[in-house]
């Protein structure tokens, strides 16, 4: 699929074990974030948002903390299951100057294999 | 719920030929959309995004256009395809503050 490369940092985690995914963003003025995950040959799913008035949320087996402080997003995955293999992109959006478009910039993602 | 069409789900053209991409969605009314470019092994790029009916925003320069015709359709077009514009092409709908939803792409081979 498209989101396979050769120079993807690969994170591999056993089956059952938490696995954390990290992410460094660019711009300050961010102020939305975004999880997504992406497998072979489709589109990216989305998994968990965080707006910049909060440092951390959770969902179902899944947190993101956000430190503005020194710009760093991290999605944890708890009791990872072979079907959380795929690619992880994380995605920053600062406020419109005008409108409701977004500007979402994605980094350059996480390839995780979950081994059993 | 919102859906989001793409079609083809791969093409190869040659190089010099033309392209069009058609994106529809359902399920929503007015919705902002997009145009995103993935080459392998990297993120998703921004290329076109349209708040209306016949209006577009262009994020990088480049070899490719963009059109929304109707409400819901938002095409991708090129008058000639260079080797550069090989990749997958995703349309996504939503808007600030919320997270984008995704078709499935086309992945594009140019020859």
């Known amino acids: 699929g498209e989101s396979v490369g050769l120079h993807l940092p690969t994170l591999s985690v056993q089956e059952g074990d938490n696995s954390i995914i990290n992410c460094a963003y660019s711009n300050s003025a961010s102020d939305y974030f975004i999880w997504y995950k992406q497998e072979s040959g489709k589109g990216p799913q989305f998994i968990i948002d965080i707006r910049s008035n909060m440092d951390k949320r959770q969902g179902q087996r899944v947190t993101v903390l956000l430190n503005k402080t020194v710009k760093h997003l991290s999605l944890q995955i708890a009791a990872t299951q072979p079907g959380d293999s795929a690619v992880y992109f994380c995605?920053?959006?600062?406020?419109?100057?005008?409108?409701?478009?977004?500007?979402?910039?994605f980094g350059t993602g996480t390839r995780l294999q979950v081994t059993l | 719920s919102q859906t989001i069409h793409q079609w083809p789900a791969t093409l190869v053209q040659p190089v010099g030929s033309p392209l069009s991409l058609e994106c529809t969605v359902e399920?929503?009314?007015?919705?902002?959309l997009y145009w995103y470019r993935q080459a392998a092994g990297r993120g998703l790029q921004l290329l076109f995004y349209s708040v209306g009916i016949g209006q577009i925003s262009s994020e990088v320069p480049q070899n490719l256009s963009a059109s929304r015709p109707q409400d819901r359709q938002f095409i991708l077009s090129s008058k000639k395809l260079l080797l550069s514009d090989s990749g997958f092409y995703l349309c996504a709908l939503g808007r600030y503050n919320s997270p984008l939803h995704f078709g499935n792409g086309t992945r594009l081979t140019v020859t």
């Open positions: 995605a920053e959006s600062p406020p419109p100057n005008t409108g409701t478009a977004s500007k979402l910039t």
């Open positions: 399920g929503t009314s007015n919705p902002n």
